[in-house]
């Protein structure tokens, strides 16, 4: 009797045993992938403000970098960034200033959660992989991989918001005087569709595609590796405690934004156009007001490019690079560090650089 109220009795602890590492392991089931969940949900709450914040600040460039892109060239209205924003204010006010923002932003925080995101995912993706194939655990990203990850990363947030992108930007061109006035986002992806077709909301895909493997490639190489290079070697005097301050991250950050958009601008260019193709109520900034030639038709990117430096010059290509720079600069800066400090601020450790 007393050999099984033993025997009993181990039974009943060993269950009891069993029982409460099985509900640790539940609770540790469960609690992993929430906090996972959790961080991914910071990561694109971080890439989304930071988008948001960025654009904003320079609206106003946005806008007139696309004027003078699209712009009739029988029929100048914006020449140059000072003459361009005066004309802006003059004949639209402080609203004209803003004018398609909201679309903007609307594509932008998706757009740049999404990058943020996938740049983090791709990095450490690249990373695993060299590290298998080089056989190195130690190693780290090149800027040659960070371009790649970078790369990846633009592609798949461009792709995932570009209609949003095509309708801001006939948005954005709109003026007092044109034909056609689009009441909003909503209302200009129904009229698009319905005239259009679902094709014309990809106008333009393919130079953008082309253009965002340099320009988010380079923003996030040159970005990571300066940031890395300044750190390692305390060159300068800009490292305390092994940290950059917000100062000097602002500054890699323009950095990184002047080299993307230099090497990819044309494709921005050629992009815009393309996407004004098929807008039969085109505003009176691409048509000239009709009191002049009509703006060209392209068959596709190669034909927009032949027929822009036929008709215009090479340097056509750069419309609008003045006013861009003024913006890209600031802007890529802003976003970097936004996002840095509101994923600090959330509590996300950064794998950027892992």
Known sequence: MASEDVKG???AVSTIVNLAEEAKLAREGVKAPSHAFLSICKSLVAGGVAGGVS????????????LLQVQ????IKYNGTIQGLKYIWKTEGFRGMFKGNGTNCARIIPNSAVKFFSYEEASRGILYLYRQLSGNEDARLTPLLRLGAGACAGIIAMSATYPMDMVRGRLTVQTEKSPRQYRGIFH??????KEEGPRALYKGWLPSVIGVVPYVGLN???????????IKSKAFGLVEDSELSVTTRLACGAAAGTVGQTVAYPLDVIRRRMQMVGWKDAASVVTGDGKSKAPLEYTGMVDAFRKTVRYEGFGALYKGLVPNSVKVVPSIAIAFVTYELVKDVLGVELRISD
């Open 9 to 11: 009795s181990e039974s």
């Open 72 to 75: 009739n060239p029988h029929s």
């Open 55 to 66: 654009r904003t600040a320079v609206a106003p460039l946005e806008r007139l970098k696309i």
């Open 188 to 193: 200009a992806l129904s009229t698009v569709l």
């Open 220 to 230: 996030f190489a040159v970005y990571e590796s300066l940031k890395d290079w300044l």
